[in-house]
């Protein structure tokens, strides 16, 4: 089950992190960074 | 390399900043907090001697065994569980105190200061908790963790939609399933929350404890408040220890546990095991409902000008007013009361007894504060 959750994790945060190298508005780009930031915390089972 | 790139690299950078300072105070809520072996601990143990499948878990605590000279086989016990919900901090502070200061002369005192250890690594979420408080001492700060209710779903995870009590079958809430005080009797190959449970029942049962006293606070708005909650088989001694209790001018009520709430200390260690089980609350008004500012001064002092409201308007369970309930207070009620167990147990079994001096009284502490009777960290 933890390695379904955390493959899954993987994907959300790779797709998070093409959007921050593709999006060209900054705007955008700081979204994706925000959204990295959880997905970090999870990834690594900090909290 | 193009202009976005670049953009997207700084904030990457200033992403993994925040995650890093994020994760740091994140981690550092998994450092046990400094307890001090009084001079009655003859033992350290960990939960894990009794039930060895929780070795290395995040679920293994300490216990701490204060034997007197004369205890042997036969002699009474008394088992404290505090950090059941490390939400409820005068539970965990009382514990401590009963490890710093607690000198038994009959009998043996079992305390595990932090029974859900787990649940004492990470908050409450949108609670908006503080980390930690401070209680000064002559010395220097003490500093304790305030936890949350549950495990940690990091060492916990999934919660089922219901949660199904393991040995009555009743349904809760999914997220029940993390509360220490919703598992018992427990479950050997069980959750870790279930596991937890079944080494504490294991300890009761191969130590024969006679009683059991488990620490809680609750919201001033919740029934069963400033109250002892007793097993039918500790209803006897309960009703003597309240009415002594209230001799000393703490007002205190006493509930029966109730028959059909299963999973909890007061019902399924008196059903399972042969300890006499009592839980006890005191009000804690920062886990209740209707806070305001929720930090560590309301921790420490329970001043709130919002309960103060609901207690004019009839909505509260228990006196409130400017003054709040500060932990001094609240700490104390625990320890007259395990005091006054220990007192009640001796007067009807004088052949067993179970005597601890090196406490203070419920007015000393109001009258001293607590910090005078925490020891400071060693350097």
């Given at each position: 089950?933890?390695?379904?959750?955390?493959?899954?994790?993987?994907?959300?945060?790779?797709?998070?992190?093409?959007?921050?190298?593709?999006?060209?508005?900054?705007?955008?780009?700081?979204?994706?960074?925000?959204?990295?930031?959880?997905?970090?915390?999870?990834?690594?089972?900090?909290? | 390399?193009?202009?976005?790139?670049?953009?997207?690299?700084?904030?990457?950078?200033?992403?993994?900043?925040?995650?890093?300072?994020?994760?740091?105070?994140?981690?550092?809520?998994?450092?046990?907090?400094?307890?001090?072996?009084?001079?009655?601990?003859?033992?350290?143990?960990?939960?894990?001697?009794?039930?060895?499948?929780?070795?290395?878990?995040?679920?293994?605590?300490?216990?701490?065994?204060?034997?007197?000279?004369?205890?042997?086989?036969?002699?009474?016990?008394?088992?404290?569980?505090?950090?059941?919900?490390?939400?409820?901090?005068?539970?965990?502070?009382?514990?401590?105190?009963?490890?710093?200061?607690?000198?038994?002369?009959?009998?043996?005192?079992?305390?595990?200061?932090?029974?859900?250890?787990?649940?004492?690594?990470?908050?409450?979420?949108?609670?908006?908790?503080?980390?930690?408080?401070?209680?000064?001492?002559?010395?220097?700060?003490?500093?304790?963790?305030?936890?949350?209710?549950?495990?940690?779903?990091?060492?916990?995870?999934?919660?089922p939609d219901v949660y199904i009590h393991?040995?009555?079958?009743?349904?809760?809430?999914?997220?029940?399933?993390?509360?220490?005080?919703?598992?018992?009797?427990?479950?050997?190959?069980?959750?870790?929350?279930?596991?937890?449970?079944?080494?504490?029942?294991?300890?009761?049962?191969?130590?024969?404890?006679?009683?059991?006293v488990d620490l809680h606070e609750a919201?001033?708005?919740?029934?069963?408040?400033?109250?002892?909650?007793?097993?039918?088989?500790?209803?006897?001694?309960?009703?003597?220890?309240?009415?002594?209790?209230?001799?000393?001018?703490?007002?205190?009520?006493?509930?029966?546990?109730?028959?059909?709430?299963?999973?909890?200390?007061?019902?399924?260690?008196?059903?399972?095991?042969?300890?006499?089980?009592?839980?006890?609350?005191?009000?804690?008004?920062?886990?209740?409902?209707?806070?305001?500012?929720?930090?560590?001064?309301?921790?420490?002092?329970?001043?709130?000008?919002?309960?103060?409201?609901?207690?004019?308007?009839?909505?509260?369970?228990?006196?409130?007013?400017?003054?709040?309930?500060?932990?001094?207070?609240?700490?104390?009620?625990?320890?007259?009361?395990?005091?006054?167990?220990?007192?009640?147990?001796?007067?009807?079994?004088?052949?067993?007894?179970?005597?601890?001096?090196?406490?203070?009284?419920?007015a000393e502490l109001l009258d001293t504060?607590?910090?005078?009777?925490?020891?400071?960290?060693?350097?």
């Amino acid at each position: 089950m933890k390695i379904i959750y955390l493959t899954i994790l993987a994907a959300v945060l790779g797709l998070c992190l093409w959007n921050l190298f593709s999006a060209k508005k900054p705007s955008l780009q700081a979204t994706a960074a925000m959204v990295i930031v959880p997905l970090l915390l999870r990834l690594f089972l900090i909290n | 390399m193009k202009k976005h790139h670049i953009s997207a690299l700084i904030f990457l950078a200033i992403a993994l900043v925040a995650a890093g300072i994020a994760g740091a105070s994140f981690l550092s809520m998994r450092e046990n907090e400094y307890i001090a072996k009084g001079p009655g601990v003859s033992e350290v143990k960990m939960l894990s001697d009794w039930f060895p499948a929780l070795a290395g878990s995040p679920g293994d605590t300490e216990v701490y065994i204060l034997r007197s000279e004369s205890s042997n086989d036969d002699a009474a016990s008394m088992l404290v569980l505090g950090g059941t919900h490390p939400n409820e901090p005068a539970a965990f502070v009382a514990a401590v105190l009963l490890v710093e200061n607690a000198q038994p002369s009959a009998g043996t005192l079992y305390v595990i200061p932090r029974a859900n250890n787990s649940a004492f690594t990470h908050n409450d979420p949108q609670e908006g908790s503080p980390q930690r408080f401070t209680i000064k001492t002559p010395d220097g700060d003490r500093v304790f963790r305030f936890g949350s209710r549950a495990t940690n779903p990091v060492h916990q995870w999934p919660d089922p939609d219901v949660y199904i009590h393991a040995s009555s079958g009743q349904s809760l809430s999914g997220n029940e399933t993390r509360n220490l005080n919703r598992g018992y009797p427990g479950k050997a190959d069980g959750t870790l929350t279930e596991k937890v449970c079944y080494g504490i029942t294991e300890l009761i049962k191969k130590e024969a404890i006679t009683i059991t006293v488990d620490l809680h606070e609750a919201s001033p708005e919740y029934p069963v408040n400033m109250a002892m909650v007793a097993h039918p088989n500790a209803m006897p001694l309960a009703s003597e220890t309240v009415i002594g209790l209230e001799m000393q001018d703490i007002a205190i009520g006493l509930e029966p546990s109730p028959v059909n709430l299963r999973g909890l200390t007061h019902r399924e260690l008196g059903d399972f095991t042969d300890t006499l089980p009592v839980l006890m609350e005191t009000p804690n008004a920062s886990q209740g409902r209707l806070r305001g500012k929720t930090d560590e001064a309301l921790v420490l002092t329970g001043i709130d000008p919002w309960y103060v409201k609901a207690e004019k308007l009839g909505r509260l369970y228990v006196p409130y007013d400017g003054n709040g309930h500060p932990i001094e207070e609240r700490v104390g009620r625990h320890v007259a009361g395990i005091a006054e167990l220990a007192f009640t147990w001796t007067l009807n079994n004088p052949e067993r007894p179970l005597e601890f001096s090196g406490l203070p009284s419920y007015a000393e502490l109001l009258d001293t504060g607590l910090g005078i009777w925490l020891k400071a960290p060693e350097q």
